[in-house]
């Protein structure tokens, strides 16, 4: 379900009220003027103790090849997960997540080879529940061992939700899966009834390959691995 394109100037707290009952804004494109509400029929959602983690990507996380950080460079993620032909982030989504940043309510998560940024994702934090939004790579696997990074910052902080907004294979092969909309309310209800903390884990601290991976799995992870190497 969407809405027709707003005629009201969105805020950052706007931003987290629609959250709150599972709503979110996109544009029609980059370069698109105005914003409209989406809220799925069929929302896509990961499982905190569901991720798929393949035995190459396993490999990937626990080489420690790239160094995982989080919250350092948030809009030059953002920008980065627009930079593809289709996009739903236009300037107004760059705007406005930046303000739910300054605030302490979207983080990022990032993948870097040296000083240079290869990969990441990020979302919208609210007590127990976490959003994502986009992620991108510049280099094989980086998104994915970013994911792998945030699951294991979520468990830490001790949240109950992940939003994937929509289920589309690739993240289905990482263990998202689709619930109805009134599934996903219900689940939100109780991820907002929580108090989570990003921190838990210090932003700016990385996390080892080893310690992700160890934090990340869960039950059933080790067949769902043998199965996708």
Known sequence: MRSAPRKFELTADILLRAYSIGVFPMAESRHARELFWVEPEARGIFPLDGLIV??????????????????????????????????????????LYGELFAAGHAHSVEA?????????????????????????????????????????????GGFRLLDAQ?????????GAVEIPREAFRFRLAEALALRAD?????????????EAL????????????????
């Open 54 to 95: 393949s035995r190459s990507l396993a490999r990937a996380v626990k080489s420690d090849r790239f160094r995982v950080v989080a919250d350092r460079a948030f809009e030059a993620v953002v920008r980065a997960c627009a930079e593809r032909e289709k996009t739903w982030i236009n300037d107004e989504i760059v705007r």
């Open 112 to 156: 870097y080879e040296g000083d240079v940024l290869v990969g990441g994702l990020y979302g919208v934090s609210l007590r127990g529940a976490f959003f994502g939004e986009s992620m991108f790579h510049r280099a094989r696997d980086a998104s994915k061992v970013a994911l792998v990074h945030l699951v294991a910052r979520l468990k830490a």
């Open 166 to 174: 929509f289920l589309t294979e690739h993240l289905q092969s990482l």
């Open 198 to 210: 990003f921190g838990a884990w210090a932003a700016g601290r990385a996390m080892s390959g080893a």
């Open 214 to 229: 160890d934090r990340a799995r869960g039950a059933g992870v080790d067949d769902a691995a043998e199965a996708n190497a």
